[in-house]
């Protein structure tokens, strides 16, 4: 049989009507590579820039404001205001309000003029090790520039060392190990991805082999077929989750600091708005297939907005926007803090709550489109 362009046009013209009904499918194909391009190409920042810092001002002569103005010129540290001793910036690292807290030491400008070579610290959170490798590389040439421009004289670099240095403390990741970093927040990626999957791939096949009718039928709630969908994967991620802890302490000896009980409430509520996030998809989907794609729609934010790859606080404003109503955004902080900062649960606390939030705003939104009649 010969080939007919007829024959070949009619198939054709079909496709195209079929992909036209195929609203999601043809929103996907339109949408995921016009996000991909704005996160990739605006929220991604591999050097960066703008980093909360916390400064302690033993000192505050014309030697100390110079340093000072040159770690903000460099566009690296961002200074937020000052803390009061070491206690306060231990504890601005460990809640994440700063990735830096630059220590002045009482007396630092008389030290340096009497050749006593005082220093400087920066205690920096290394948990994220990509955050301090750019600040770390241009803090030689900001005291050059400070000494240049303030000190005269034999203090401005005629002898053979420095009148003074900057001791860069790297915390909670001394040795600033990318797997220490990376591997904590792999279980909030991991749990992201097949916790919404499974459970919107099994509810949307469900649909298709008629069996929802039957449910449908049954004066069963919405409330009570969500928790009834949803409690079972719980259990598969407590599996993932134990695999995964008892392979990075053996494996990567990635410490655990923290406290049981706040990791266990942190990853309950994770992964059950991750379960209803799943059921949310499959009320949108009508096949497996759509399923699977918007389950990998939500994939992408999770790993590029929350903190996972890139520093979050090096981010763009609205990029930390969208990041804030990401389920692993929450959990990374939770995970990271308990894991590597020793954290317990009144430090996850605050985490917790946006991740309750979440799970009622998802939880609301499930059930407001469950159908208990079809169409």
């Known amino acids: 049989m010969s080939f007919s362009f007829r024959r070949f046009g009619a198939v054709l013209y079909k496709e195209f009507i079929q992909m036209r009904r195929d609203r999601i ?14 996160l990739f190409g605006f929220a991604i920042n591999a050097d960066p820039r703008h980093l909360p810092t916390l400064v302690e001002m033993g000192d505050n002569g014309p030697l100390t404001r110079a340093v000072i103005a040159g770690m903000q010129q460099s566009g690296y540290f961002d200074f937020r205001g000052q803390v009061s001793g070491v206690a306060a910036g231990e504890d601005a690292l460990r809640r994440g309000a700063a ?8 007396d630092f400008e008389r030290d340096v003029v009497r050749g006593r070579a005082p220093e400087i610290l920066i205690a ?7 955050a301090v490798g750019g600040a770390a590389s241009a803090l030689s040439g900001i005291v050059a520039v400070a000494i240049r421009e303030t000190l005269t004289g034999p203090l401005a670099g005629g002898s053979a060392s420095p009148p003074f240095s900057v001791v860069l403390h790297r915390q909670y ?39 929802m009718e039957m449910l449908i039928a049954t004066p069963v709630r919405p409330f009570e077929v969500m928790l009834g969908k949803i409690l079972p994967y719980v259990f598969v991620g407590y599996v993932q989750t134990i695999v995964f802890i008892l392979a990075a302490r053996a494996v990567f000896n990635v ?20 379960l209803a996030l799943g059921f949310l998809i499959s009320t949108a ?22 903190g996972f790859m890139f520093p979050f606080a090096g981010m763009p404003g609205w990029a930390q926007f969208i990041g804030q109503a990401v389920p692993a955004t929450h959990f990374l902080r939770v995970i990271r803090m308990v894991m590597l900062k020793g954290g317990d649960v009144a430090d996850v606390a605050a985490e917790c709550g946006a991740l309750v939030l979440i799970l009622v705003v998802i ?8 159908r208990q009649t079809l169409d």
Not at 178 to 198: D, K
């Open 363 to 370: 939880s609301a939104a499930a059930m407001h489109r469950y």
């Open 25 to 38: 499918t043809f929103g996907m194909m339109i949408g995921l590579p016009l996000i991909q391009l704005f």
């Open 285 to 306: 989907a009508r096949n497996q297939m759509q399923a699977m794609q918007l389950s990998f729609f939500t994939i992408l934010p999770s790993i590029l907005l929350s």
């Open 99 to 106: 990735n830096f807290v630059v220590v002045i030491p009482p």
């Open 255 to 274: 410490p655990f600091d923290g406290s049981w009980w706040a990791f266990f409430i942190g990853f309950n509520l994770f992964i059950v708005v991750n």
């Open 124 to 130: 920096a959170d290394a948990s994220d090790p990509s």
């Open 173 to 211: 990741n001394p040795e600033g190990k990318t797997s220490t970093n990376i591997v904590p927040g792999l279980l909030a990626i991991i749990l992201s991805m097949t916790m919404v999957m499974i459970t919107a791939v099994a509810i949307v096949k469900e649909s298709e082999r008629g069996t």
